[in-house]
């Protein structure tokens, strides 16, 4: 019997291998398609095939996500996904009654609330991988956690994220209202790179509290009328941004009650666009923090003080204002505290490094004596514990040229000389070392009427006004004998009954606040000057140039004061003048000098030789015109030049 099989039989199993072959083609991947790793999950091509991939939704997440599981009651949470609240939820429940114990969570409360018995112990929404008090693994901490949309009342903490036995936590809050907890509305704790994000915490005992909490992003978060703390952040809160923020009416309770309390540790936070009024303790208050930012901050209206500090290191203030609080408006402890337009009230700003500085406005009607010869603003700041110094700026009112700042330390008032003047903003700046009142004032010596009464000499053209009188035989620079500067009263002088005086012949520069610049022309030399006012002067500032420390006003026994000073160095000195100058020196004015008296060029009449109103001009005078115009000149020792005399 033959083996073979009938040619029919075999056509019918190769038919079948045929079609098994070409199934077996289309159904298996190609062999150089896939990638098998040596270790871990297999994968085809780049898609991990150990995870299986669920198909997208068109928003981007997948059907996973979508599902949502409602919860009507209290609640563990193991697994990653949706979750909504169905309803309102009441508990008697001790510990927590909604934990989160699962990443990649999302808890919807729809706008429900989930209400306990006020135990201390109790919480809310707890999100931590393992129970309270227990510690959890580093890789085994939670992440992506999202918590919105819900009203938590009645506990002792509303939410809490993370434990103080734990590390990491990472979670999401938005949307919640936290009231009427015992001790927290909500609680962070080792907690990193999370959020909150409309959170409002009313009526708890603390409103938000923070403790070992970094990288953390906080916004638009309001706490108010909390038995203690609006925002206690306490020990290494680090490297956190709250922005918009709100803590008022906080307060009484507790012996840290403040709208915001940063603790021990707290370093390189940055509060920004934050809102502190009406706390019964201080607005902010710092105890062992620094390198903590404040920036675009209102502190207003707080039982106690504006700002208080306790060693805080390295504080920055940016465009803070403090105003209108129970105790000092600022007031540092130990330490040092930064400013830069840090403004008290409407009064002033100030900026100063590294000072415990108490701060704290004044009104200049409660004063026993005010700057002489000056309408004092309403208002000044009184500065206390200054190491080094502090620049002010005031706004004034009037006229710039006749707005000066003045510093009192004692019962003795004196003009700061520091100073510079923005007319276009209203403002005049002066910097100050160490303690005392100082404010902005307006110069009120011989100021003129319309009229030119009596009781203002300076312009005056009646009989008793000697200062410009216009009486015969009585002038500014009368050349009567026996005349004097400032008096038509023949015989007499105002300076001196002595026929000789200096102030006799005078030298026709005079005016009322007329602002004197002594300036130096080349930067390779300086020199010295003096002269005498039949009235008064006192340190000035233009917009480029002042009067220093070492330029000195002495007030004589005859009605002038003497006012002596050096400049050089293409440098320059100014003063207000209210008087006539009737006497000037010059001392080594070899590198080149020009002299304005009220905006007009005074220099050959202040520097001439002989008798006042000569034409003659001194050396001095001849070397400066050379060097204006030009020419070689070479400047060897120049003998002092009198004019007046």
Do not use: K
């Amino acid at each position: 019997m033959s083996n073979e099989r009938p040619d029919g039989v075999r056509g019918l199993l190769l038919g079948f291998l045929v079609v098994l072959v070409t199934a077996l083609v289309v159904t298996s991947p190609v062999t150089a398609a896939v990638a098998t790793p040596t270790t871990g999950a297999s994968r085809v091509g780049t898609v991990d095939r150990s995870t299986p991939v669920l198909p997208a939704t068109p928003n981007g997440e997948t059907e996973a996500r979508q599902a949502t599981q409602e919860i009507d009651s209290c609640t563990v949470i193991t697994e990653p996904g949706r979750y909504e609240l169905t309803s309102d939820v009441r508990s008697e429940m001790t510990d927590a009654c909604i934990h989160v114990r699962a990443s990649d969570v999302v808890l919807d409360g729809n706008n429900h609330t989930i209400a306990g018995n006020r135990t201390n112990d109790s919480v809310g929404v707890l999100v931590y991988r393992g129970t309270p008090g227990s510690s959890v693994a580093l890789n085994e901490t939670l992440s992506s956690v999202t918590v919105r949309d819900l009203r938590v009342t009645d506990w002792g903490d509303g939410v809490a994220v993370g434990d103080i036995a734990g590390t990491d936590t990472e979670a999401r809050l938005e949307d919640v209202v936290a009231t009427n907890n015992t001790r927290a509305g909500v609680r962070l704790t080792e907690a990193e790179r999370g959020s909150l994000l409309n959170v409002t915490a009313t009526e708890n005992r603390n409103g938000l509290t923070f403790w070992e909490v970094s990288d953390t992003t906080v916004r638009n978060v309001t706490a108010s009328d909390n038995d203690q703390l609006g925002f206690g952040l306490y020990q290494n809160v680090e490297d956190n941004t709250f922005r918009n923020v709100t803590a008022t009416g906080n307060g009484p309770a507790g012996y840290a009650s403040a709208g915001i309390y940063l603790s021990t540790d707290v370093v390189d936070n940055r509060i920004v666009d934050a809102y502190v009024a009406n706390n019964d303790g201080p607005g902010i208050r710092f105890s062992d923090s620094f390198r903590n930012v404040l920036r675009d901050v209102v502190v207003e209206s707080n039982a106690n003080r504006g700002l208080f500090g306790a060693r805080a290191s390295g504080e920055s203030l940016q465009n803070v204002t403090v105003r209108d609080n129970g105790g000092p408006e600022v007031e540092i402890v130990g330490g040092g505290l930064n400013a830069d337009g840090l403004r008290i009230g409407q009064v002033a700003s100030l900026s100063f490094r590294d000072e415990a500085i108490v701060l704290e406005p004044f009104d200049t009607a409660d004063l026993a004596t005010t700057p002489p010869n000056s309408r004092p603003a309403d208002s000044g700041v009184e500065l206390s514990n200054v190491a080094d110094e502090v620049t002010l700026t005031f706004e004034y009112e009037g006229e710039g040229a006749q707005a000066r700042l003045w510093r009192q330390d004692g019962s003795d008032w004196e003009v700061v000389t520091d100073v510079s003047v923005d007319r276009s903003a209203s403002t005049i700046t002066g910097t100050v070392s160490g303690d005392g009142r100082v404010l902005v004032a307006q110069s009120t010596v011989n100021r003129s009427t319309e009229n030119g009464t009596e009781d203002n000499p300076a312009n005056s053209e009646s009989e008793d006004n000697p200062a410009n009188s216009g009486n015969e035989g009585s002038s500014a620079n009368s050349g009567n004998e026996g005349s004097s500067a400032n008096s038509g009263n023949e015989g007499s002088s105002a300076n001196s009954d002595n026929e000789d005086s200096s102030a006799d012949s005078g030298t026709g520069v005079s005016g009322t606040d007329a602002t004197l610049v002594v300036r130096s022309l080349r930067e390779d030399a300086d020199f010295s000057y003096e002269f005498v006012v039949e009235g008064s002067a006192e340190p000035h500032a233009t917009d480029d140039l002042s009067a220093d420390s070492e330029d000195t006003v002495t007030e004589n026994d005859d009605g002038t004061v003497t006012v002596t000073g050096s400049t050089g160095d293409a440098a320059g000195d100014a003063f207000l003048v209210s008087g006539e100058i009737v006497e000037f020196r010059l001392t080594g004015a070899g590198s080149g000098y020009e002299l304005v008296f009220d905006g007009e060029d005074v220099t050959d009449t202040l520097t001439a030789d002989g008798e006042s109103g000569s034409d003659t001009v001194s050396q001095t005078g001849l070397l400066r015109s050379a060097l204006l115009a030009g020419s070689d000149v070479v400047f060897g020792d120049v003998p002092a030049q009198v004019a007046g005399s």
